[in-house]
């Protein structure tokens, strides 16, 4: 007989979206929930993040006058990440269906337990032409939330960005925010919004952190959930082919922990545990940006009970400025699809669209061979700097050009030279590239062909938002790695977020949600906030399903 030490009905393991949202909803059903943190900061990924939902079909956008189905979503998702048959089980017919049958409800329900959703009609899908795709409204983000109401509880949290009232569809605005009046305006926005918190005395945060935040406060203050930091996930209970517990490491030491309705894992993927990045991607851990506590040990406890994985050898890939003795690296977005901007191989050719989404601008530097160490080059054109916001650069430029991660040269030889490309070649590439911006049109890789390419554009640049020459120095190169916003291969899961064994069959009582399981997004990523709408929905879905368990 095992002898436990407590006995409760969930235990939710992390505290990012995937497994707030189950806690949440399983308390709503009447579950005595326990949630257990690795690590001492809460929030997970999430925090870190843009904070951005895609939840198609929510209903603001009835409200907003856009017109979107569960039908055409599906069209969508078979368009852009590929039919199930392809992509395989982790996206599986039944797992989209209940993706977009439940996107919605999420919505709602979150709305009904006072999260304030701000939807970004501007964001479009990131392949709007695409069959099902539209042009903006599925993306939703939360309104910054006060983060002092959390009391010393904030101390605790994973507050990586800085506590600004900043919602993640501000910064396309931002970024061109001294060079367009639309930019100077959303600017101001932002600027009196965080007035208008220190005023009346608040601490306003955006972002990622704000939807960790209010999730937080759902469950630890309105629903009286236990949250336990230092509080790792060392082991499963399995009886019968069935987890009826879970070992958890404390400050007291092992606590054996009885479990009536099941375990959630929603610890995150293996970002950076060096070992598993180089055993399924053949890349270390220097250029991601996720969270640093994430190393897939709920993955790898998971794993030895028998689960399934699937999509490991994949991430939520990006370009980043490469890493310096002083800062991480940095993902960047908006500065790649600015005009007067290019990235060549170290050949000193182009091999992307620019301006594309960046899991498929990191899948192409892998196509190129261009991982952490074959770096690309981003070279601006001097009316860029001047023009344009540059996140890498807030970090300091000096760093950069001292330890030859930037470059600068008054001249397009001399900046060869520096960069250590053929001088012909990148000639030649900078000759085409700038005929392609006199016309408008990008006659290789099609940048700013789209609402999405356009998005992040300067829409007062003609004829072309995101084409602009480099022909004006000095000019500044900036290495270019492969980096992602972690990883999105984890634990196969079904249509309820329970998890399936090597055999395709459930393991009755072990759910998974978020990126320590694999994506129903397949390999690719159609919209803003692809990670944290299913992260919210299947949660959510676990929860549910963990409640009507005998």
Sequence with gaps: MTRWDEEIDLLVVGTGAAAMSAAIAAADEGLEVVVVEGSDKWGGSTAMSGGGCWLPTHPAMHEMGIEDSPQKVLTYLDACVGTPEVVGPASSKARREAFVVTAPLVYSWLKGHGMVWKPAKAYPDYYPDLPGGIAGGRTVEPAPFNTRKLGDWWDHARNELPPIALYAGDTYLIARAWSTFSGMLGGARMVFRNLGGLVTGKRLSGLGMSLAARLMWIARHDQGVEIRLSTPLTDLVVEDGAVVGAVIAGPDG????????????????????????????????????????????????????????????????????????????????????????????????????????????????????????????????????????????????????????????????????????????????????????????????????????????????????????????????????????????????????????????????LYAAGNCSASVMGRTYPGAGSTLGPALVFGYLAGKHAASRP
């Design 254 to 509: 092992e606590r054996l922990v009885r479990t009536r309705k099941g375990v959630h894992l929603g610890a995150g993927g293996f970002d950076h545990n060096s070992d598993w990045r180089a055993k399924y991607q053949g890349l270390d851990v220097e250029a991601s940006s996720g969270n640093p506590a994430n190393v897939g040990t709920a993955i790898d406890i998971a794993m030895r009970h028998g689960a399934e994985v699937a999509l490991m050898d994949d991430a939520w890939w990006g370009p980043s400025v490469a890493p310096t003795s002083s800062s991480g690296p940095i993902f960047i977005v908006s500065e790649r699809s600015m005009p007067f901007s290019m990235v060549v191989d170290q050949e000193g050719s182009r091999y992307v669209n620019e301006s594309t989404s960046y899991v498929d601008f990191g899948h192409a530097m892998q196509e190129r061979g261009l991982s952490r160490t074959n770096f690309s080059w981003m070279v601006l054109d001097v009316r860029h700097r001047r023009r344009y916001l540059n996140n890498a650069f807030l970090m300091g430029a000096k760093t950069y050009f001292k330890e030859g991660v930037a470059v600068k040269a008054d001249t397009l030889e001399e900046l060869a030279e520096l960069m250590e490309v053929d001088k012909r070649t990148f000639k030649a590439t900078v000759q085409r590239f700038n005929g392609f911006a006199r016309k408008g049109v990008d006659e290789d890789f099609g940048r700013g062909h789209d609402a999405y390419d356009n998005y992040y554009g300067d829409p007062t640049h003609k004829p072309n938002p995101n084409l602009g020459e480099i022909a004006h120095g000095p000019f500044v190169a900036v290495k270019i790695v492969l980096g992602d916003l972690g990883t999105k291969g984890g634990i196969l899961t079904d249509e309820h977020a329970r998890a399936l064994d090597t055999n395709g069959k459930v393991i009755d009582g």
